[in-house]
């Protein structure tokens, strides 16, 4: 299976599962595993990818805060805790979205295919919520109130560019079958 195609289960595993209050979060801590396989066949596929050390570190981190915060008392503490760490602890997940969407929009920028600006667009997305949320909580910016749908959305594109795009040699695919032979 194709690199990307790892990327887009795992994040969508991540996004649309959720364990049950008294249960342990295994759909989190998988989800992530196979964004980070995901990301060892794109490294292995594409070695010249741009922030492969920033990425390895933050899907690895990923993975981690995954696992800390799947027992059912982690999570119940984290619902109660301050909104700065609920932030904080979606950090490694998005920054490795962004740095992602930011590593194949620059590969496809170089490949020459028209399409590579919307990863842009997902990265963009992604960072300004994160922004957008410390201005509301920090500073208590409450017009910015619903901008985190923004980062949804960005994460949301970064699913389906995954899946579209998957296949294509830029991304880390390999050649098609046709030019082997």
Known sequence: MKPLYWIAIGLAVVVFTAAPADKVDVSEVLGCLLVLV?????????????????????????????????????????????????????????????????????????????????????????????VANVLYNGADWHWLYGVGTVGLAGVLLVIVLCALLGSAPWAGAGEPEDART
């Not at 982690?74 to 619902?79: E, G, I, Q, T, V």
């Not at 930011?102 to 919307?118: E, I, K, M």
């Open 38 to 130: 995901g990301y060892a066949r794109l490294v292995r596929a594409a070695p010249d990818l741009p922030l492969r050390l920033t990425l390895g570190y933050l899907a690895v981190l990923a993975v981690v805060v995954a696992i800390a915060l799947s027992p059912p008392d982690a999570r119940a503490w984290l619902d109660d805790a301050d909104p700065a760490l609920v932030w904080a602890a979606s950090l490694p997940a998005l920054g490795f979205q962004a740095a992602l969407c930011h590593a194949l929009g620059t590969r496809a920028r170089a490949a020459g295919v028209r399409s590579g600006w919307v990863w842009f667009v997902a990265e963009t997305a992604i960072v300004v919520s994160l």
